[in-house]
């Protein structure tokens, strides 16, 4: 099992990124070995459909779970259709969010927590 968590850095021990479908990179996790990649997010400075392109490469490295700060309506629903929980209001370290989910302390969100275009925002 993988999960992914957005990241402002190539690293676990990076910031995890509040934007989904605009964060910097995408670590994709083994939580049971911490064994990890890291996918820059090539859809970051797109003009429109982040959200989407970006739920549909995560959901092709057949990920269960994605922990990230907020998600918009469109890859809410690009994740969803995948099967993918969605975990939000995650901040800090990547590797402490992982660390988290092990303990079950995440639940997965039932709709999108931001409004469309969010991440052209900056994010906060």
């Given at each position: 099992?993988?999960?992914?968590?957005?990241?402002?850095?190539?690293?676990?021990?990076?910031?995890?990124?509040?934007?989904?479908?605009?964060?910097?990179?995408?670590?994709?996790?083994?939580?049971?070995?911490?064994?990890?990649?890291?996918?820059?997010?090539?859809?970051?400075?797109?003009?429109?459909?982040?959200?989407?392109?970006?739920?549909?490469?995560?959901?092709?490295?057949?990920?269960?779970?994605?922990?990230?700060?907020?998600?918009?309506?469109?890859?809410?629903?690009?994740?969803?259709?995948?099967?993918?929980?969605?975990?939000?209001?995650?901040?800090?370290?990547?590797?402490?969010?992982?660390?988290?989910?092990?303990?079950?302390?995440?639940?997965?969100?039932?709709?999108?927590?931001?409004?469309?275009?969010f991440g052209m925002k900056g994010g906060t």
């Amino acid at each position: 099992m993988k999960i992914c968590i957005t990241s402002q850095g190539n690293n676990l021990e990076s910031e995890v990124d509040p934007r989904f479908g605009r964060c910097s990179y995408f670590i994709i996790v083994d939580p049971e070995t911490l064994e990890f990649e890291t996918v820059s997010n090539i859809n970051a400075q797109a003009g429109g459909g982040a959200g989407i392109q970006s739920g549909q490469l995560v959901s092709e490295q057949g990920i269960k779970a994605v922990l990230t700060g907020n998600v918009g309506p469109n890859a809410f629903q690009t994740l969803k259709a995948s099967k993918v929980d969605i975990i939000t209001g995650v901040t800090g370290k990547v590797i402490d969010a992982i660390t988290k989910y092990i303990k079950g302390d995440f639940n997965p969100i039932s709709s999108a927590t931001v409004e469309s275009h969010f991440g052209m925002k900056g994010g906060t």
